[in-house]
């Protein structure tokens, strides 16, 4: 059974801080997601990290692929409270069509 | 920006009862899913379905769940005779590439008293 392990799972600092957010797993990923959801809305997509190794950058965001293709990290830069919210990684393993979801982290920025 | 149109946004219904959930995926988009979340669970996959059939389901989605594309817009979720257990949040999701990005709809809540 392929898991997907996020840390930490709740997080609060204030603005203007770094943080790190991980996606952890023992198995292959053909690419992994990740997704911001706010309180009763669906999860929205950031982004796909399909290449081992890769780093996309969305604004103050930083996403990163393992070279193994077996984990993934966020990384936000001087954090505001707009990124307040639950970010969930994703990934597709063995299957084209399901994704298997990491549990969250929830990230609560203090103005 | 095009978006997953899901409806109702919540619905309640007693034990037993066949419920309808209904999505809207996005038009160009080939690949439909519904997933659910248990309130503070993680997120599960139901059912996957491409090319006017079912792809891939889980185990969760047994006898009493189905799927139909009744039309080219809409994609619905049926729940036969609901339990306790069915209530949760319910996202229909649509992509152009399979499981490589989705665009959520913003759930249904389901509530079974």
């Known amino acids: 059974t392929q898991l997907l392990e996020q840390s930490p799972q709740f997080l609060s600092i204030q603005e203007g801080e770094n943080l790190t957010v991980y996606c952890n797993s023992s198995?292959?990923?053909?690419?992994l997601q990740w997704y911001r959801q706010e309180p009763g809305e669906g999860p929205v997509l950031l982004v796909t990290?399909?290449?081992g190794g890769e780093v996309k950058k969305l604004k103050r965001l930083t996403f990163q692929f393992g070279d193994a293709r077996k984990d993934s990290s966020l990384h936000i830069t001087a954090a505001q409270p707009g990124d307040t919210g639950l970010y969930l990684c994703a990934g597709n393993g063995d299957s084209n069509y399901q994704l298997i979801w990491g549990a969250g982290t929830k990230l609560i920025i203090k103005p | 920006e095009p978006e997953v149109t899901q409806t109702p946004s919540h619905q309640v219904t007693q034990m037993g009862q066949e419920v309808i959930l209904r999505c809207v995926p996005i038009?160009?988009?080939?690949?439909f899913y519904w997933y659910r979340q248990i309130l503070g669970q993680k997120v599960e996959f139901l059912v996957s379905f491409y090319n006017n059939e079912i792809s891939e389901k889980s185990e969760i989605f047994d006898d009493q769940f189905s799927v139909e594309r009744p039309d080219g817009s809409n994609f619905t979720l049926k729940i036969r005779s609901t339990k306790l257990e069915d209530s949760a949040m319910y996202f229909c999701?649509?992509?152009?590439?399979?499981?490589?990005?989705?665009?959520f709809g913003s759930g249904t809540r389901l509530t079974v008293v």
């Open positions: 990290v399909v290449t």
């Open positions: 038009s160009n988009h080939l690949y």
């Open positions: 999701a649509s992509s152009e590439q399979g499981a490589y990005g989705y665009t």
């Open positions: 198995s292959v990923f053909s690419s």
